[in-house]
């Protein structure tokens, strides 16, 4: 009976926590050289944990798989938390990043992500499961990326707001609101003990 639950423990380390890992977009580049074109490849990846942690990596490499290999990496080590309330974002923002711009608005549970690309990608493998996004501004992935993530930490907690002004939480937040955002963030204290 130890000895089981000791290889369990043992295969949940080597294992560690479930990652959503998807790739945005490769792309082939070229450099030019006095012999002629150098080709090499760009990975624009997402990592999430599904639980409100996600992270953009961008890797460089001769080939696709090593790309890819490095976006994780870079991905994995920047993983931010992100605000929740529920299933949603906390309130509605806008994110930027060079000449992209993303909105990004909370929506009403069983309303799904409507957005698309980049910014959808991101949002699913944080764990948003109702959002609807639009991307203005510049399409290129790895700006409108990055304008995701921007607008997904400039979201301002209930706790904060009310802290600001000088009141309480429950005074300047919706009850519902409040209720989702608390329960999401009592289940990642409990999911971090």
């Known amino acids: 009976m130890a000895r089981q639950q000791r290889q369990q423990r043992q295969q949940q380390e080597t294992e560690g926590p479930q990652l959503d890992e998807r790739v945005i977009q490769i792309n082939r580049v070229a450099k030019v050289v006095k012999g002629g074109r150098r080709f090499s490849f760009t990975a624009l990846v997402v990592v ?9 990596g961008y ?24 605000p929740m309330a529920g299933t949603t974002t906390i309130h509605e923002v806008v994110g930027s990043h060079s000449a992209s711009r993303v909105l990004i608005k909370p929506a009403a549970p069983g309303t799904g992500v409507i957005a698309g690309g980049a910014v959808r990608q991101i949002l699913e493998a944080a764990g948003i499961r109702d959002a609807l996004a639009k991307s203005l501004g510049s ?5 409108v990326a ?14 904060e707001i009310a802290k600001m002004r000088g009141k309480s939480a429950e005074e300047v937040t919706p009850p519902a609101l409040l209720a989702a955002y608390r329960s999401t963030e009592m289940i990642r204290a409990q999911a971090g003990e």
């Open 146 to 159: 990055k304008a995701t993530m921007d607008a997904l930490l400039k979201q301002h907690r209930p706790d």
């Open 48 to 56: 999430g944990d599904g639980k409100g942690k996600a992270g953009v």
């Open 59 to 82: 890797g460089k490499a001769k080939e696709v798989p090593a790309a890819i290999q490095k976006g994780m990496e870079i991905a994995r080590r920047d993983m931010v938390s992100i």
């Open 139 to 143: 399409p290129t992935h790895l700006n």
